[in-house]
């Protein structure tokens, strides 16, 4: 059975910084993702990592500000953010690839519970 449990989520001010984390219980030999979710809008892709962690892949919009890493030895993938923007918050969600284009939704699963970000202006 597989398991996903995010944490590392809060309320921070704009140009501020957080660390999300994401331990997944069970198979784990796939790329990891993190998507995220405003209010009123659809769940959207951010981040990918391979199984390697030699490939990633960012939406446009967090380029250059958010970092996917992981740790394979503890079945684990973080999302560094910095300079966050109010634009940012959303539930955050951690997922495993299953397979398809990487930027959809329906490609993932084994999905967590999600950590609220708020970023304040």
């Known amino acids: 059975q597989v398991q996903s449990v995010e944490s590392g989520g809060g309320l921070v001010q704009a140009g501020g910084s957080l660390r999300l984390s994401c331990a997944t219980s069970?198979?784990?030999?796939?790329?990891r993702g993190w998507f995220r979710q405003a209010p009123g809008k659809e769940r959207e892709f951010v981040a990918s990592?391979?199984?390697?962690?030699?490939?990633?892949n960012y939406a446009d919009s967090v380029k250059g500000r958010f970092t996917i890493s992981r740790d394979n030895a503890k079945n684990t993938v973080y999302l560094q953010m910095n300079s966050l923007k109010p634009e940012d918050t959303a539930v955050y969600y951690c997922?495993?690839?299953?397979?398809?284009?990487?930027?959809?939704?329906?490609?993932?699963?084994?999905w967590g519970q999600g950590t609220q970000v708020t970023v304040s202006s």
């Open positions: 997922a495993v690839y299953t397979g398809g284009e990487h930027t959809l939704v329906n490609s993932w699963g084994y």
């Open positions: 990592i391979s199984w390697s962690g030699g490939s990633t």
């Open positions: 069970g198979r784990t030999f796939s790329s």
